[in-house]
């Protein structure tokens, strides 16, 4: 697909849109023009040769303003143009970000209702529902200041690699030569950080599979992170993950260490699907992983991704019900994304598979009866059926770091390979961001450089 305007800023949105829908034009060229005498913004497309032409108005008091108004104006016309031509909507309509909620925050910041913004952008009654009900859900929780930082750490190791994955990780296996260098690294990064994270929420420990690694390489990681926060009694998460490295040694570790909160991830309850993507576990794993966990009182979150392999939708709804059968405290649904980096990303183009959007469908229909509320939730490029990621909750079992990272609300403090650390400058809303080096080499070889660099950025 060749794109052609006169509008640089516009580039990414303008093909973001169009690569929501399965078929495509081969050519879009689009020119822009702003009449500031009568606030007019023209919008002029050619998609294969055949012309488009919209005029909106708009209030504008300055520069920002009027590029937020165009990007709404050029991405809700080409989306209507594709939607009509090809006879699709899409469950977004014309929204194309990450955070659909976070865009709802802006408009109530700003006094208005953001209703009226979804409904323009033709987003369907259900989403905007779901935008509701998260708002909703994340009151008393949602707290916006820039004085306040999350601690991630990154364990960028894993057992095996899923098909579905683009992280910068191989089988544990092949990169375990890195581990001693690593923590040593992490170390430094920990030490380094403490000064930073004196307004501290949340921390979370993620990967990767944190749990990949052995019980004394582990403890090195708890026991830097514990000296970086300095014993404080917050929300404290490790992303344990696959049910095959998981054992009562780490889990006691955890608890020791002040953890009150974990990961399971069997991503589904078949064993086959199991297979097909990659993993050397089976569900019994799972279940023997859960039940050790519960001895240990830690609040549970399960993650499920909704169209694997070759799943059906009644087969992906006998999941949803046997992880509420369990009780989790959070349940967290994925839709599959055809990610750069990953293995499905080099067999598959475009997932085009409405029954992926039944599974949603069903999941929202199933955890809603069954006292689960959404709490959080963001979307990806190329993502089955146009849908979302969205994590459930029981009642105060809310994940802060989860509802702080999505919304951006406040600063993050990153440390290890491939992890990003962030700015948030309220007022201005601006939010710079710092990311470390992906693969592990080059992270270690720069580790000094990495901590005078990111020590200056959290002045």
Not at 131 to 151: P, R, W
Not at 179 to 196: F, G, Q, R, T
Not at 222 to 237: C, P
């Amino acid at each position: 697909m060749q794109l052609t305007t006169n509008c640089s800023f516009l580039e990414n949105e303008i093909l973001d849109v169009a690569r929501l829908f399965p078929r495509r034009p081969e050519s879009i060229t689009h020119a822009f023009r702003y009449a500031q005498d009568g606030g007019i913004f023209y919008n002029d497309f050619v998609l294969d040769g055949e012309p488009f032409s919209f005029q909106d108005r708009g209030q504008v008091c300055n520069e920002i303003e009027w590029k937020r108004l165009e990007r709404r104006f050029a991405k809700l016309h080409l989306y209507e143009i594709l939607s009509q031509k090809y006879q699709t909507q899409m469950p977004w309509g014309a929204l194309t970000g990450i955070r659909p909620t976070k865009l709802a925050y802006t408009e109530l910041e700003n006094g208005r209702d953001f209703r009226p913004l979804f409904e323009k952008m033709q987003v369907t009654e259900e989403n905007i529902r779901l935008v509701e009900e998260i708002l909703q859900t994340q009151k008393g929780i949602y707290q916006k200041s820039s004085a306040n930082v999350d601690l991630f750490v990154s364990i960028p190791f894993c057992p095996t690699k899923c098909a579905y994955c683009s992280f910068i990780t191989a089988p544990i296996e092949k990169t375990k030569r890195y581990i001693p260098a690593y923590l040593d690294c992490l170390d430094k990064e920990l030490a380094a950080a403490k000064p930073s994270l004196k307004n501290l929420r949340s921390v979370y420990i993620g990967g990767g599979t944190p749990f990949a690694i052995d019980t004394p390489e582990l403890e090195r990681v708890l026991k830097a992170t514990a000296q970086a926060i300095e014993g404080r009694e917050i929300e404290y998460t490790v992303e344990a993950g696959r049910p095959d490295v998981f054992s009562a040694e780490k889990l006691s570790l955890l608890k020791a260490y002040g953890v009150n909160r974990i990961c399971i991830n069997p991503q589904t309850f078949s064993d086959e699907t199991l297979k097909k993507i990659g993993r050397k576990h089976t569900v019994a794993d799972f279940y023997n992983a859960y039940a050790l966990s519960q001895k240990y009182g830690f609040t549970v979150n399960i993650d499920l991704i909704a169209g694997l392999a070759d799943e059906t939708p009644d087969e992906f709804s006998k999941g949803i019900e046997k992880a509420l059968a369990l009780g989790a405290d959070n349940i967290t649904v994925h839709c599959l994304s055809l990610k750069a980096g990953a293995k499905l990303k080099e067999e598959m183009s475009y997932i085009e598979n409405a029954a992926i959007s039944q599974m949603i469908a069903s999941s929202r229909e199933l955890l809603s009866k069954n006292g689960y509320k959404p709490y959080y939730m963001y979307r990806q490029k190329y993502q089955a059926g146009n849908n979302e990621n969205v994590g459930w909750t029981k009642e105060n079992k809310a994940c802060i770091y989860n509802i702080d990272v999505m919304e951006e609300t406040t600063d993050n403090y990153a440390v290890g390979a491939n992890a990003i650390s962030k700015r948030v400058f309220l007022g201005v809303e601006r939010i710079e961001r710092m990311a470390s080096a992906k693969d592990l080499p080059t992270y270690l070889e720069k580790i000094d450089e990495l901590i005078a660099k990111k020590r200056k950025f959290f002045e």
